[in-house]
């Protein structure tokens, strides 16, 4: 072919210049996994919610300032001077010896004696152990059962997978049995891999619902007859309002649950740290996807954990939490009840960080939260808790970080919202232009329920003036 002839091969592979640049180049090359992937509902917040005249009842932060910060600090000091070999090291994948042990006493709290360090992998957070446990079960197409609403950040890790998530039912007791059994059934007889329930028991995020006694055992029950394998996450058990901690779903059966701990909530979330306990097999694999992912975790937050549980009084510093968290608790409570117009409901959690809030009928948390924000309160819309776009009624409070003051404030704010939203809605729904109605998907994947708001244990202010 002479030097004058253009060869087509070369002329269709040559790069034309786009006349309208694309806004992202690279757009086509993306895997699949990551088409599904959206920033959370939560993290579309974080620049209102962080502005100084804004009452956030958005996020769910631990309120640290409330450790003993000079001990802590002294304490993380001396492991880098006194430690520096171990401590800035590389570690074993699997995480160290020494704060898996003391993981397994704070374990046993909640029922689990069993449990032996080597079944223990350290994470970065429990939010690295839902990935791992995820990465090494779940395959695309694959059926994960979660509650109804389901933890935010679970939500994604099973996106990225490339995961269908089956919504089960809750209501004040928790997931129901047989509403767990129905969707078991639905998806044998469509065939569908169903590899894991993912079940969070305590102080449900974002529901701050706790699953009974007697449904734990039914749970389980279910979950041994249809070979289910169960994924606890139970990072809130041991905050606790009124009493003990509950026995863990794990302490029950070691074979068919594995569980997520973390020291976020009782110790500090930057840190970093959490685990996995699970049957040996699992084990070896989640060291192998972890080693793939990080190497180890970090060992000086590690060792930082483990001092923190050798030297420091740290079941007292948990009790120190709980109370803090139940003044802020009630003023939450205390507030809607005062506050909040007839239609709305709420739950009322015994432990944790967060309420569960149904505005009156055909009000739309996502629509709402502009003029939330420009009220200076924030919350989060509830859609973001559901894979299948239920949720628009819904909204989380989480009332962990703010003072008392700020909390009430937040609500007397947040009430007049909803006061002023309402007005609109019977004002256009006079005219009927639909345009404020609540938007339901056309087919909802799965049956739109009424859950979480019976008369049992959530407050209900619809006969009040
Ligand atoms: C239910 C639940 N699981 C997991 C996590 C992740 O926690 P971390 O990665 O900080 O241990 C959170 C954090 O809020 C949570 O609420």
């Known amino acids: 072919m002479s030097s004058l002839t253009p060869d087509p091969s070369v002329s269709a592979s040559a790069p034309v210049p786009a006349r309208h640049p694309r806004l992202d180049p690279l757009a086509d090359r993306y895997a699949a996994r990551t088409h599904g992937m959206k920033s959370s509902e ?24 409330a450790l003993p910060l000079d001990a802590v600090g002294s304490m993380i000091g001396e492991l880098v001077s006194g430690m520096g070999a171990q401590t800035l090291q590389y570690g074993s994948g699997q995480g160290d010896p020494r704060l898996r042990e003391r993981i397994c006493d704070v374990m ?9 360090p080597s079944e223990v ?16 079960f779940v395959d695309p197409g694959d059926v994960i059962l979660a509650e109804a609403p389901s933890y935010v950040g679970a939500l994604g890790v099973f996106q990225a997978a490339q995961a269908r998530v089956q919504h089960v039912l809750m209501d004040d007791d928790g997931l129901v049995p ?21 079940t969070i028991p305590n102080f449900h995020n974002p529901a701050g619902i706790t699953l009974t006694e007697e449904r734990r055992a039914k749970v ?13 996450d139970n990072p809130y058990g041991l905050l606790g309002f009124d009493r003990e901690p509950m026995k863990a779903l794990r302490a029950r059966d070691a074979e068919r649950v594995i569980y997520l701990g973390s020291f976020s909530k009782t110790f500090s979330p930057g840190l970093r740290v959490g685990w996995v306990l699970a049957p040996l097999a699992v084990r070896e694999k989640l060291v192998l996807a972890t080693e793939a992912q990080v190497l180890c975790p970090p060992s000086l937050t590690q060792y930082a954990v483990a001092r923190y549980l050798d030297t420091q009084p740290w079941q007292q510093q948990i009790k120190t939490f709980i109370e803090l968290y139940r003044e802020r608790r009630d003023a939450t409570l205390d507030s809607l009840t005062a506050l909040m117009p007839p239609g709305t409901s709420w739950t009322r959690p015994d432990g944790g960080f967060y309420v569960w809030l149904k505005l009156p ?22 859609i973001g ?20 003051d700020q909390i ?18 019977s004002t256009f729904d006079t005219v009927d232009t639909g345009r404020f109605r609540a938007v339901r998907p056309a087919t909802p994947q799965v049956p739109v329920v009424e859950p979480i708001t019976g008369p049992a244990s959530s407050d209900t202010v619809g006969d009040q003036p």
């Open 108 to 116: 046993a709290l909640e029922g689990i004696t069993d449990a032996s």
């Open 385 to 404: 808790f559901y894979a299948d776009g239920q949720g628009t009624e819904y909204m989380r409070l989480s009332y962990c970080y703010p003072e008392p």
């Open 178 to 198: 047989e509403a767990l059994e129905d969707a078991l059934i639905e998806c044998r007889a469509r065939g569908d891999k169903v590899k894991f329930l993912y």
């Open 42 to 65: 939560i993290r579309a917040l974080f620049s209102v919610v962080s502005r100084p005249e804004v009452v956030s009842l958005a996020g769910g932060m631990p309120a640290v300032t």
């Open 121 to 136: 992998v350290v994470t970065v957070g429990s939010q690295q152990g839902l990935d791992l446990v995820t990465r090494v």
């Open 361 to 382: 009928a055909g009000l739309d948390a996502k629509r709402m939260q502009p003029r939330a924000v420009s009220a200076h309160v924030a919350y989060v819309p509830g």
């Open 408 to 425: 009430r404030e937040g609500v007397r704010r947040l009430a007049r919202v909803v006061e002023a939203e309402l007005d609109l809605h």
């Open 220 to 232: 389980m029950e279910i979950a041994d007859r249809y070979d289910l394998l169960v994924v606890e």
